[in-house]
């Protein structure tokens, strides 16, 4: 009885540690688009951390609008050709939340690498800027 509780509990530690930080159900980081966002624009970063040669680094994002109108992301722009970018053109309509997904690839990169992807809104004035960076090693 002893034993197999143990092994239960051990079995679940990684599941409690290692859970992200969650909004409304959805797994994955999030960064929320308001009104002073869409007008300024703004920055983010998003850290890949270690990468070995060759690997594909994947993150999932969350937009969040915390606007009063709905928000579509019309298109990015890349600094490079290692980091791509998918999205659903569909528009987040206010208190929504639509999931990115950003891919870091490592392949040819060495060392600490900083790249941007600039996401355009719609409705914004300026980008929003994600600074990518990852450790290729």
């Known amino acids: 009885m002893g034993r197999a509780l143990i092994i239960l509990l051990a079995g679940m530690l990684p599941i409690a540690c290692g859970a992200p930080h969650t909004q409304t159900g959805q797994k994955g980081r999030i960064i929320a688009l308001t009104d002073s966002l869409l007008a300024a624009g703004g920055t983010d970063t998003v850290r890949f951390g ?7 680094g994947v ?18 722009g890349r600094s490079c050709g290692c980091t791509t970018l998918e999205y659903d053109a569909a528009p987040l309509r206010p208190g929504e939340s ?12 060495w060392g600490w690498q ?24």
Do not use: W
Request: hydrophobic share 40%; no cysteine.
């Open 98 to 109: 639509g999931r990115v997904t950003l891919y870091f690839d490592s392949r040819g990169q």
């Open 59 to 76: 993150q999932q994002l969350l937009l969040a609008n915390h606007t009063a109108h709905p928000v579509v992301v019309t298109s990015y």
């Open 50 to 56: 270690h990468l070995h040669p060759g690997e594909i």
């Open 114 to 137: 900083l790249r941007t992807v600039d996401l355009r809104l719609s409705g914004a004035q300026r980008p929003l800027r994600l600074f990518v960076e990852a450790q290729v090693e």
